[in-house]
T-cell receptor
Framework: EAGVVQSPRYKIIEKKQPVAFWCNPI?????LYWYLQNLGQGPELLIR????????DSQLPKDRFSAERLKGVDSTLKIQPAELGDSAVYLC???????????FGPGTRLLVL | AQSVAQPEDQVNVAEGNPLTVKCTYS??????LFWYVQYPNRGLQFLLK??????LVKGSYGFEAEFNKSQTSFHLKKPSALVSDSALYFC??????????FGAGTRLAVHP
């Protein structure tokens, strides 16, 4: 069974540019999560989807971050415009349902110059 | 505020010796408890979880964890460490609605 797929794995951009990350969850998993992991820290939840509905986006900086999961399967996280402080690893995870074990993708490492 | 503490930034152990990575938490109710491992440049891999029942939970790669309700602890253990176990380990209680609370993790270094 394929795991959570994320792309790209690495991204280098200049500040003020837009950037997007893509995530495809494990097949059949209804719940999808985006996390931010800063260097030397644990992941922090940005947003959680149940099917296509964002049920918890309280930690998402909505002035520059947006996310979508239009058909309730794959998802895109966007930053526009990127700032230097956005350099981090962006992790996607999925679970079978809202109470299930979360399985993580390999992450996208973003460097903003 | 809900929190998790892994008091050791790094744990060093010789190959073949038992290892313990400590975790205590402050979360209301009876949360599910998880351990994840992270290898360099990779995402988190699920090791094990505690929901209810037996206080000793067995997981992947020979790891197990001991739940202690009175001490609100969930320590990760392995009877015999391998060099390949060297990685970053995260304890993560569920703070409600499957919102995992992560600390900074503990780096495990297993020496040959």
């Amino acid at each position: 069974e394929a795991g959570v797929v994320q792309s790209p794995r690495y991204k280098i951009i200049e500040k003020k540019q837009p950037v997007a990350f893509w995530c495809n969850p494990i097949s059949g998993h209804n719940t999808l999560y985006w996390y931010l992991q800063n260097l030397g820290q644990g992941p922090e939840l940005l947003i959680r989807y149940e099917n296509e509905e964002a049920v918890d986006d309280s930690q998402l900086p909505k002035d520059r971050f947006s996310a979508e999961r239009l058909k309730g399967v794959d998802s895109t996280l966007k930053i526009q415009p990127a700032e230097l402080g956005d350099s981090a690893v962006y992790l996607c995870a999925s679970s079978l349902d809202s109470e299930g074990t979360q399985y993580f993708g390999p992450g996208t490492r973003l460097l903003v110059l | 505020a809900q929190s998790v503490a892994q008091p050791e930034d790094q744990v060093n152990v010789a190959e073949g010796n038992p290892l313990t990575v400590k975790c205590t938490y402050s979360v209301s109710g009876n949360p599910y408890l998880f351990w994840y491992v992270q290898y360099p440049n990779r995402g988190l891999q699920f090791l094990l979880k505690y929901i209810t029942g037996d206080n000793l939970v067995k997981g992947s790669y020979g790891f197990e964890a001991e739940f202690n309700k009175s001490q609100t602890s969930f320590h990760l253990k392995k009877p015999s460490a391998l060099v390949s176990d060297s990685a970053l380990y995260f304890c993560a209680p569920d703070g409600g609605y499957n919102k995992l609370i992560f600390g900074a993790g503990t780096r495990l270094a297993v020496h040959p």
